[in-house]
Nanobody, 124 residues
C-alpha cells in the first residue's frame, strides 16, 4: 500500500485547510486510516481515525469539534478537514493505514503504512 498526502500549507489562526491522503496498491488490506501529527520537539500524536469500510470516525480531544475526517470511496482517498486552526496545531501531519484489527484510537505502532507527511503552519 502506498499513501500520498497533500494539502498542507500556511494559514493564520482561525483559518482552515483540507488534507488529502490517496491510497493505492493493496487497499483491500486496509481496515483503518489514521491522521497523526508531530510538532517540533514533541512526540507523534493521533489526531483522527476512520474505518476503511464502515466510515466510523474517532478524534483526539484536541481535534474534537474542529477537525473532520472522511473517506471518498470512489478514489480511495481520505480527507482531514482542519477548521478553526490554532498556532498549536502547527505540525507535520501524516496519514497512515492499518491492516490490524484494533480500536479506532489505536496508537501509531498499530499502523503498517505511512504517507510522507505534509506541513501545516498556523500563525497567530
Amino acid at each position: 500500500v502506498q499513501l500520498q498526502a497533500s494539502g498542507g500549507g500556511s494559514v493564520q489562526a482561525g483559518g482552515s485547510l483540507r488534507l488529502a491522503c490517496a491510497a493505492s496498491g493493496r487497499t483491500l488490506s486496509i481496515v483503518r486510516m489514521g491522521w497523526f501529527r508531530q510538532a517540533p520537539r514533541k512526540g507523534r500524536e493521533l489526531v483522527a481515525a476512520i474505518s476503511w469500510r464502515g466510515g466510523s470516525t474517532a478524534y483526539a480531544d484536541s481535534a474534537k469539534g474542529r477537525f473532520t475526517t472522511s473517506k471518498e470511496n470512489d478514489n480511495n482517498t481520505v480527507y482531514l478537514q482542519l477548521n478553526s486552526l490554532k498556532p498549536e496545531d502547527t505540525a507535520v501531519y501524516y496519514c497512515a493505514g492499518s491492516s490490524a484489527l484494533a480500536g479506532l484510537l489505536a496508537p501509531g505502532s498499530r499502523y503498517d503504512y505511512w504517507g510522507q507527511g505534509t506541513l501545516v503552519t498556523v500563525s497567530s
